[in-house]
């Protein structure tokens, strides 16, 4: 689905990307890992097509960015970030903000048609958050703003689903909540690509991770087999232990 082969990117005198190779089959959902200025946004970038390598190639559903037009291949991604966040209208209620994912559109300014706001509900329920339907976007945690976007992503039935950080700044209670809601996506067809900076966001829904370190991969694979004590002290510098409960992986710095 995603196919990322030998990307270098260079931006004055910093190496963002050194040789970054990746692919990312159907049925799979990743996970990408790495310190803060490791190229984790970079990557996602050039596969919604906003950034382009110095070298090497980026395809995405069998299209070489470069020779498709790459606002036909955004319809088929969804991306979820908080740039994205911030364009919303915080005035609309919460099915419409929904509503406008179906055709990408940041406001609806004539009337919806039932059939697609049945369609918003229908996501709503989806990730749990019907009951603010009719609520004022601005009016809800920052949770279940996240959650409305999750939903809205969902809107246009996107085959690569990127998200961005998308716990950060929540709580504990609305972290696994969201958590919950992105774990359901395995019912979904896209393939899930997911940036975090937290270990224990490794939903059992995930499974393969990447690990970044300075613009390199130093690992890329199936989740138990590259989250290591070894892979993470390469990406992080950190002495860790890791633990598995419930298929869901959990840190602890060693002192
Ligand atoms: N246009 C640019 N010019 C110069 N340097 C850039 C540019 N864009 C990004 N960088 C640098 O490239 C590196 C990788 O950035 P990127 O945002 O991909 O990392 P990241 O892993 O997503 O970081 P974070 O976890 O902090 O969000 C950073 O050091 C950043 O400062």
Redesign the pocket.
Known sequence: MIELNRLFLR??T?Q?LDDVSLTINKGEHWVIL?K???????ILEMVNGYLFPSSGTVSVLGNMYGQVDVREMRKKIGYISQSLMDKMALRDPVWEVVATGEYGYLRFYEEIPEWLQNKAHRMLEFVKLEHRAGHVLGTLSQGERKKAMLARALMSDPEILIMDEPCSGLDLYEREHLLAAINDLHQKNAAVVY?T?HIEEIMPVFTHVAL?EQGRLVAAGPKHEVLTVENLHKAYQIPVSLEWSSDRPWIRVLS
């Open positions: 931006r004055d910093t963002i790495g803060n200025g490791s190229g984790k946004t970079s940036v900076h970044l």
